[in-house]
């Protein structure tokens, strides 16, 4: 166990490190010790804007994803009363995730192109008289698709915390006079809240570090720290695209460690 | 509780089928469209019903190799997926007891868990590079893919033994049964239907595994690379069609490891 993560992770990390400050000349790398990939990316302001709209996409989908999961895990941890509906119609939210991700993604092209059921609908009812363009290949499919393939990382671990949660605690809340939303807002959210961490790590990340969703959904419009990583790959571009991942791997680390200090996932599980 | 349904009962039942539905939505979409007849495009309207693209799919491709991917995806995914069982279960066993490292190597999996896949892609192909090692699917990317599988593997070992309780292994210790006596006959069969959980786990997620193969497969593509590469250059239904193909195929070792699960459940109620 130790020795696959040591091989299969450490050394990789550190081979990105290490070969991060090698020079790279037309179509190979060679051992160096500059600082020149960094100092190319740091001074760049592309990679600002890359950084920004990354942290656009993310923000927007875990605010999406946190919603949507909370509400789902509520409505099946406190409204389904029996366990085996409860376990049927989570299984019901689970089963997609052991599906492809590529094959949800290109489920969407028939809804949302222009000739698509989306478009057709709204033409319709009259609520348009043109397809809309932005549907499909833009921001908003890279996002629609993040919150499709992620919700699911959210309503996993908030599932877990609820169920979890010792029941005659609300019901004390309830004796004492509360009214459903301080039952939600001083009882269920905080204890629920290590679930809420657990799910927000894994949806900042995925999605900090996704290029496919962002290179299929926009259509190859937007850009995004993943996305400049893999086309500097695509071309060969060794060295830059391993300053470009220390960068974002010592980014997201800050973003999971400050997470972390609000939870001990180990006891949780 | 009182027995009458409050109304944001329904409100959130409603909430929930939205959110069903657009979790299924587009999968169901695409399968309807790839009974799309023969002369149809990729969105509606229907241009009549035929398997037309089923067919499409056995002929020999312009681009791909669609069936060697699928034997390569599937040949991997049983590989990881008894690895990921054995090792997490090893790995849950020995942490159990707090020997030293252990929580390094805690969190070790946890970074695992979250580093972003294309780092682990792009590290092992560098690696590799390095080491003048040829990258392969059977290689680097078995590798690569454990790096992810491993840890949801050990994470849910995790959970089973927090909530395992000793009494049962303390009761077989003092009726003489050895330390494997108690493992095999005790521990083993109680945490069965998770270590089946495990496995699911295993291989799905090495089965449709994109990113952390992409720079580490080599030569020879898995199918999610395939479909990948499909996506830039084929532009009928034969993508939905195999869309559709991988979609059931998944459903059907759901449904395995499901019965699986059942027939070792009921054993275990029975006796």
């Excluded at chain 1, 605690?169 to 959210?189: M, Y």
């Excluded at chain 1, 470009?244 to 599980?269: P, Y």
């Excluded at chain 2, 999968?27 to 002369?39: E, H, K, M, N, V």
Aim: charged share 10%; with cysteine; glycine share 8%.
């Amino acid at each position: 166990m130790t020795l696959i993560l040591i091989f299969f992770l450490l050394l990789p990390v550190l081979a990105i490190v290490v070969v991060s400050f090698w020079q790279s000349t037309a179509y190979s790398y060679s051992p160096a010790f500059i600082f020149e990939n960094y100092e190319f990316l740091l001074t760049s302001p592309v990679t600002l804007s890359v950084y920004l709209k990354t942290l656009m996409f993310t923000g927007i989908t875990w605010l999406c994803c946190l919603l949507i999961g909370f509400t789902v895990a509520y409505f099946l941890a406190f409204h389904v009363r029996s366990l085996p509906v409860q376990i049927g119609l989570f299984l019901l939210c689970t089963v997609p995730f052991w599906t492809s991700n590529i094959i949800r993604m290109i489920s969407w092209i028939p809804f949302l192109g222009r000739n698509g059921i989306a478009n057709n609908a709204l033409q319709d009812l009259g609520l348009i008289d043109e397809p809309l363009e932005w549907l499909l290949f833009s921001d908003f499919a890279v996002i629609l698709a993040f919150v499709h393939l992620f919700t699911l990382f959210m309503i996993v671990p908030i599932f877990n915390s609820m169920m979890r949660l010792d029941r005659s605690l609300i019901e004390a809340a309830v004796d004492a006079g509360a009214t459903g939303w301080q039952v939600l807002s001083n009882v269920i959210i905080p204890l629920t809240k290590p679930g809420i961490m657990i799910g927000s790590i894994f949806v900042i990340t995925l999605v900090m570090g996704d290029f496919i969703t962002v290179r299929f959904m926009s259509g190859g419009q937007s850009a995004s720290v993943g996305r400049v990583i893999s086309n500097e790959i695509s071309l060969l571009q060794y060295p830059a695209a391993s300053a470009s991942a220390v960068i974002l791997l010592l980014t997201v680390l800050i973003m999971i460690g400050t997470l972390l200090r609000f939870v001990d996932i180990r006891k949780e599980l | 509780m009182n027995s009458k349904r409050p109304f944001s009962f329904y409100v959130l039942t409603a909430f929930f089928s939205v959110f069903v539905l657009f979790l299924y939505g587009p999968t169901i979409t695409i399968a309807i469209l790839s009974f799309q007849g023969p002369r149809g495009g990729l969105t509606f309207p229907m241009n009549g019903v035929s398997l037309h693209w089923f067919g499409e799919l056995f002929k020999q491709q312009a681009v791909g190799d669609i069936w060697g991917s699928f034997r390569r995806s599937f040949m991997l995914g049983l590989l990881v997926m008894v690895t990921t069982t054995i090792v997490s279960l090893m790995g849950g066993l020995a942490f159990r007891k707090h020997f030293r490292g252990s929580a390094i190597i805690f969190y070790l999996a946890i970074t695992s868990l979250i580093i972003p896949s294309i780092l682990i892609s792009l590290g092992v192909g560098i690696l590799f590079n390095i080491l003048d090692w040829d990258v392969h699917w059977a290689s680097s990317g078995f590798g690569s893919q454990l790096t992810w599988t491993l840890p949801f593997g050990l994470l849910i070992m995790f959970a089973v033994f927090n909530r395992f309780d000793s009494a049962y292994e303390e009761a077989a210790r003092d009726l003489g049964a050895s330390s494997w006596q108690t493992l095999r006959y005790v521990v083993l069969p109680i945490i069965g239907p998770s270590l089946i959980g495990v496995a699911l786990f295993g291989f799905t997620l090495s089965y449709d595994e994109f990113a952390r193969t992409l720079l580490t497969a080599g030569t020879y593509n898995t199918l999610p690379l395939e479909i990948y590469g499909m996506t830039t250059s084929v532009t009928t239904p034969v993508l939905f069609a195999l869309g559709t193909f991988t979609t059931v195929f998944s459903f059907i070792v759901i449904a395995l490891f499901a019965v699986i699960y059942k027939i070792i459940s009921n054993k275990r109620a029975s006796s």
